[in-house]
Structures are given as structure tokens and as C-alpha cells.
């Protein structure tokens, strides 16, 4: 067993950093409240700033995106163009910053040129406060990655704590969780 083989203190320590770690990243990459974050990462001030999130969908050309965006955000074909590849690479991309009347203009201008031929485009106004967590979250995983890099024990610690069962019971562990929630979740988040 590669975590006999660790300090028990690290592997107390392991235990608890994976667990707290990938369950905050697990809660914020599957959130789907656009304008609230759980309780207890509420932002003590919570400010006016807001995304419009255009996240890629495998029903709209380029053309149609890059068009669409032109209108929407006001912007040049080539600045349209690099929003549409990394919607298409990342899953999502922020087309527009500001106030929220600001960004669900923007929002209502894609779902309107984007919903005469199929389902619309796939667009959120979102808060700031949820985007920051979200790529908190991806950076958390990343550095998790990292980090059992080091040693077979580290991997199987996070293993463990990916899959250990919750307090709901069967399909209740982190990894069922992101699994169960797959389809919702952009690209860059899988």
C-alpha cells in the first residue's frame, strides 16, 4: 500500500487539503446559479460586475458564432473570430464585462440572431464573484495534479477521497457528482 509508506501526519494532512480542496472544486464546477454563490463564499462586498458567458455548442457554425458576436458585442470580425476559437477550445468564453443591463443585452442579442434556425446559443450573465470561483476552482485542480505527481501515495489519498461516499448515500461521492454532471459542464472544466 503506497500510503503506508507516507508520514502519518501527511497523510492526515493529505486527506484533509484533497478533501476540502475537491469538494470546493467539485461545488463550484458543477454551481448552475449564475448569480449566487454557496453560503459561506458570499464576498463581503459584493460589487456591480457581471459576465456574458457564451459557452460552445456542437449546433452552430463558426460563421453564424462570429456573426452573431459582431452584432452582439459590437465587435471586429477578428476580435469575433478569437471569441469563437476559445469558445470552441475552452467550452466558454467572457464576450462582454459590466453592469447586468450591459452584459443581458449583449445576451438577448445572441439567443435572438441565434434561435431562428435551431435551440439558441448557449449564453449566461453571470456574476463576477461565481467566474473568480470557477477559475479558482480549475487552478485548485490543476495544482492538485501537481501535486500527486510526487508520490503514488498522494494519488491514492485523492483516489480515496474522490470516491469516498457522501451523506446522500449511492451516486453520492465527488467523482459521481462531476460524472452525473458532465453534460453541463463546459470543456474546459472535463
Known amino acids: 500500500d503506497p500510503v503506508s509508506l507516507l508520514p502519518v501526519d501527511m497523510v492526515s ?25 454557496p453560503v459561506g463564499l458570499e464576498p463581503p462586498d459584493r ?12 449546433v452552430h457554425t463558426y460563421e453564424q458564432v462570429i456573426y452573431t458576436l459582431q452584432k452582439a458585442v459590437n465587435c471586429s470580425q477578428k476580435e469575433a473570430v478569437s471569441f469563437a476559437t476559445t469558445v470552441d477550445r475552452d467550452g466558454r468564453k467572457s464576450v462582454r464585462f459590466g453592469d447586468f443591463q450591459f452584459c443581458d443585452q449583449a445576451k438577448s442579442v445572441i439567443v435572438r440572431n441565434t434561435s431562428r434556425q435551431s435551440k439558441p446559443l448557449r449564453v449566461q450573465v453571470m456574476h463576477s464573484s461565481v467566474v473568480a470561483h470557477q477559475c479558482f ?3 485548485a485542480l490543476s495544482w492538485l495534479g501537481q501535486v500527486i505527481q510526487y508520490s503514488d501515495g498522494l494519488r491514492r489519498i485523492l483516489c480515496q477521497v474522490g470516491l469516498q461516499k457522501g451523506a446522500e448515500g449511492d451516486y453520492s461521492s465527488l467523482v459521481d457528482k462531476l460524472m452525473l454532471n458532465d453534460s453541463k ?3 474546459g472544466n472535463r
Request: net charge negative.
Open 47 to 58: 460589487g456591480d460586475t457581471y459576465y456574458c458567458m457564451l459557452f460552445n455548442d456542437e
Open 13 to 37: 494532512r493529505g486527506f484533509s487539503i484533497f478533501s476540502i480542496l475537491l469538494r470546493y472544486a467539485v461545488d463550484m464546477l458543477t454551481w448552475d446559479q449564475e448569480d449566487q454563490l
Open 137 to 139: 476552482a480549475l487552478k
Open 185 to 187: 459542464m463546459w470543456k
